[in-house]
């Protein structure tokens, strides 16, 4: 039996098979080719190898999990002989002298945008399917080994770090924990974790490798550790607690539907951050009367092509339909830093954090940025909609965003395409530039969503990533909370809201204070709503002893 230490970021306990997840997008390095005809043959057998895998992996699962799982391996083999797929690649690699590899990528990605962009569910769902094969077909042109198939049994998904797209595609259904080599409370990976109700642990260091492949280990999410090898007593004690900690989650579920009404009478809102559509349906069902934050850039990751103005338009649409009456605030683009999209060519830089992200992306890309707004706009008569935008600094950055959006509303309006009249936009308070100036910026806006994880890095100058310096990262740092009262206070005097929805909103230390500074909503993960209402139900904000740094 052997204990790693790490940092818990997400609550619970697993006990469970390890199943360790390799990075999976498979590199395409050859662009063109002089010789189609030599191409073509490539092709051909990459398409017979990944045709024989397919049929052996059909095979083995139909052994171990039955037909119905078995099933998708016969579908991708009937997709990978797809004539209209096969024939769009050929095409590539004759007219336009393309790499096999490359042909596959390029049709891999119009297939699936035309797949995701269907009304049939159904159909949309093949959109994943044919990232598969071409992954897969890649692979085989790479000469590359065949990637794990996709687990079909419960199992906790071990990797040297998830990235956000990936820990986005885990199947819900099946995932029992998450334990990372590397990571920090507040990488996106985690914060997802949280969001789906797991129990995670990162920053484990190297023993997190492809060699616990298949053991069975325990996650302890609150104490941030796992253990291997565990012997009969420990099994026994972490069954228990298992099981206890099940019993406390029903008992907090009562809190899920009430409302969150201080002793003393002052009512908020409790609102969930979600990361897609399943996210807001949990969400709703925990007991969430909106959706503070929905992260739109999770649209734009783990593909190669943007997603197009009809693809976002039927998610936003679904979002806001899942989520009515209660509000969705729809975040606008916020790539960069630790959110990577390979649908962008981004440059490298030396500091991504400091970088060209976020607002700035969409200010120097109108393209990309209308193509979203227009979606947003169109979708906006299917619900309550309101949207922000993320890493503000400045006046100048709010008017040019919002101008842009007026533009394309006008322009939607003279096609005669509906757009609601009841839109709400606003901005995230993330940056110390924001929090200082937000007695400005609440003029051309009206709500302000305080986000604690940036805005944390940013004051203290702690990279949110970094876990050798968790200690200093706290949004109860006093300077935090002074920017936390600005921003609550001016948009107060402006007579508009203030909302929170990074995750200092469900830190118990910090629900007392906020409520008492007169934050108007909190967006937390779906999970810690029952536990926030609870608590907020049972704060008398008279009573609240404000830090002594704000009571000045
Ligand atoms: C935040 O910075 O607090 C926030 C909610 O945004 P993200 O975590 O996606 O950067
Ligand atoms: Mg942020």
Same mark, same amino acid.
């Given at each position: 039996?052997?204990?790693?230490?790490?940092?818990?970021?997400?609550? &619970?306990?697993?006990? &469970?098979?390890?199943?360790?997840?390799?990075?999976?997008?498979?590199?395409?390095?050859?662009?063109? *080719?002089?010789?189609?005809?030599?191409?073509?043959?490539?092709?051909?057998?990459?398409?017979?190898?990944?045709?024989?895998?397919?049929?052996?992996?059909?095979?083995?699962?139909?052994?171990?999990?039955?037909?119905?799982?078995?099933?998708?391996?016969?579908?991708?083999?009937?997709?990978?002989?797809?004539?209209?797929?096969?024939?769009?690649?050929? +095409?590539?690699?004759?007219?336009?002298?393309?790499?096999?590899?490359?042909?596959?990528?390029?049709?891999?990605?119009?297939?699936?945008?035309?797949?995701?962009?269907?009304?049939?569910?159904?159909?949309?769902?093949?959109?994943?399917?044919?990232?598969?094969?071409?992954?897969?077909?890649?692979?085989?042109? +790479?000469?590359?080994?065949?990637?794990?198939?996709?687990?079909?049994?419960?199992?906790?998904?071990?990797?040297? $770090?998830?990235?956000?797209?990936?820990?986005?595609?885990?199947?819900?259904?099946?995932?029992?924990?998450?334990?990372?080599?590397?990571?920090?409370?507040?990488?996106?990976? *985690?914060?997802?974790?949280?969001?789906? &109700?797991?129990?995670?642990?990162?920053?484990? &260091?190297?023993?997190?490798?492809?060699?616990?492949?298949?053991?069975?280990?325990?996650?302890?999410?609150?104490?941030?550790?796992?253990?291997? $090898?565990?012997?009969?007593?420990?099994?026994?004690?972490?069954?228990?607690?298992?099981?206890?900690?099940?019993?406390?989650?029903?008992?907090?579920?009562?809190?899920?539907?009430?409302?969150?009404?201080?002793?003393?009478?002052?009512?908020?809102?409790?609102?969930?951050?979600?990361?897609?559509?399943?996210?807001?349906?949990?969400?709703?069902?925990?007991?969430?009367?909106?959706?503070?934050?929905?992260?739109?850039?999770?649209?734009?990751?783990?593909?190669?092509?943007?997603?197009?103005?009809?693809?976002?338009?039927?998610?936003? #649409?679904?979002?806001?339909?899942?989520?009515?009456?209660? #509000?969705?605030?729809?975040?606008?683009?916020?790539?960069?830093?630790?959110?990577?999209?390979?649908?962008?060519?981004?440059?490298?830089?030396? =500091?991504?954090?400091?970088?060209?992200?976020?607002?700035?992306?969409?200010?120097?890309?109108?393209?990309?940025?209308?193509?979203?707004?227009?979606?947003?706009?169109?979708?906006?008569?299917?619900?309550?909609? *309101?949207?922000?935008?993320?890493?503000?600094?400045?006046?100048?950055?709010?008017?040019?965003?919002?101008?842009?959006?007026?533009?394309?509303?006008?322009?939607?309006?003279?096609?005669?395409?509906?757009?609601?009249? =009841?839109?709400?936009?606003?901005?995230?308070?993330?940056?110390?530039?924001?929090?200082?100036?937000?007695?400005?910026?609440?003029?051309?806006?009206?709500?302000?969503?305080?986000?604690?994880?940036?805005?944390?890095?940013?004051?203290?100058?702690?990279?949110?990533? +970094?876990?050798?310096?968790?200690?200093?990262?706290?949004?109860? $740092?006093?300077?935090?909370?002074?920017?936390?009262?600005?921003?609550? $206070?001016? *948009?107060? #005097?402006?007579?508009?809201?203030?909302?929170?929805?990074?995750?200092?909103?469900?830190?118990?230390?910090?629900?007392?204070?906020?409520? #008492?500074?007169?934050?108007?909503?909190?967006?937390?993960?779906?999970?810690?709503?029952?536990?926030?209402?609870?608590?907020?139900?049972?704060? =008398?904000?008279?009573?609240?002893?404000?830090?002594?740094?704000?009571?000045?």
């Amino acid at each position: 039996m052997k204990t790693l230490r790490g940092i818990g970021t997400s609550d &619970g306990y697993a006990i &469970g098979t390890v199943r360790f997840l390799k990075p999976h997008t498979a590199k395409v390095e050859r662009r063109t *080719a002089s010789d189609s005809a030599q191409e073509l043959a490539l092709l051909r057998d990459a398409v017979r190898q990944a045709k024989e895998e397919l049929d052996a992996l059909f095979q083995e699962a139909l052994e171990k999990v039955g037909e119905k799982a078995a099933e998708i391996f016969s579908v991708h083999g009937m997709l990978l002989e797809d004539p209209d797929y096969t024939e769009s690649i050929e +095409n590539y690699i004759t007219a336009e002298a393309m790499s096999a590899q490359a042909a596959v990528e390029q049709t891999g990605a119009e297939f699936a945008e035309m797949f995701a962009s269907m009304e049939d569910v159904f159909m949309r769902e093949r959109a994943a399917d044919i990232k598969d094969i071409s992954q897969r077909l890649i692979r085989k042109l +790479n000469g590359e080994e065949a990637a794990p198939a996709a687990p079909t049994q419960p199992y906790i998904a071990a990797a040297e $770090d998830l990235t956000p797209s990936q820990t986005v595609s885990l199947d819900k259904a099946l995932i029992q924990a998450i334990v990372t080599e590397k990571g920090s409370e507040f990488s996106h990976s *985690a914060i997802l974790a949280r969001i789906m &109700g797991i129990p995670a642990v990162a920053a484990l &260091g190297g023993e997190i490798g492809e060699g616990l492949d298949g053991a069975v280990i325990i996650v302890d999410g609150a104490a941030g550790q796992v253990i291997l $090898d565990p012997d009969e007593a420990t099994l026994q004690t972490y069954q228990e607690k298992l099981a206890a900690f099940r019993q406390e989650r029903e008992e907090l579920e009562r809190y899920a539907k009430q409302a969150p009404v201080t002793r003393d009478g002052r009512a908020v809102e409790v609102c969930a951050n979600a990361a897609d559509v399943d996210d807001a349906r949990k969400a709703v069902q925990n007991g969430a009367m909106g959706i503070g934050l929905f992260r739109s850039e999770f649209l734009y990751m783990d593909r190669a092509q943007l997603p197009s103005e009809e693809e976002q338009f039927q998610t936003y #649409k679904a979002i806001l339909e899942a989520t009515k009456p209660g #509000k969705v605030v729809v975040r606008t683009l916020d790539i960069g830093a630790d959110k990577h999209t390979d649908c962008l060519d981004l440059p490298r830089e030396e =500091n991504p954090a400091l970088g060209y992200r976020a607002i700035r992306i969409c200010l120097s890309r109108p393209e990309l940025f209308r193509t979203q707004l227009r979606a947003l706009l169109r979708a906006s008569v299917y619900g309550e909609l *309101a949207v922000m935008f993320p890493m503000i600094i400045s006046e100048s950055e709010v008017i040019q965003a919002r101008a842009i959006a007026d533009e394309e509303k006008a322009r939607l309006t003279a096609e005669g395409i509906p757009v609601a009249e =009841n839109i709400e936009w606003g901005i995230m308070i993330e940056t110390p530039a924001s929090a200082i100036m937000s007695d400005r910026l609440a003029r051309h806006v009206d709500f302000f969503s305080i986000g604690t994880n940036d805005l944390t890095q940013y004051t203290l100058a702690c990279d949110r990533m +970094n876990a050798q310096i968790g200690q200093l990262y706290d949004a109860m $740092d006093p300077a935090v909370l002074r920017f936390i009262r600005m921003a609550i $206070d001016n *948009a107060h #005097k402006a007579g508009i809201w203030a909302g929170m929805c990074g995750e200092a909103a469900a830190d118990a230390r910090l629900i007392p204070i906020l409520l #008492k500074l007169g934050l108007d909503e909190f967006s937390v993960a779906s999970g810690s709503i029952p536990r926030l209402k609870k608590q907020i139900i049972e704060t =008398n904000t008279a009573e609240v002893m404000l830090p002594e740094e704000l009571r000045a």
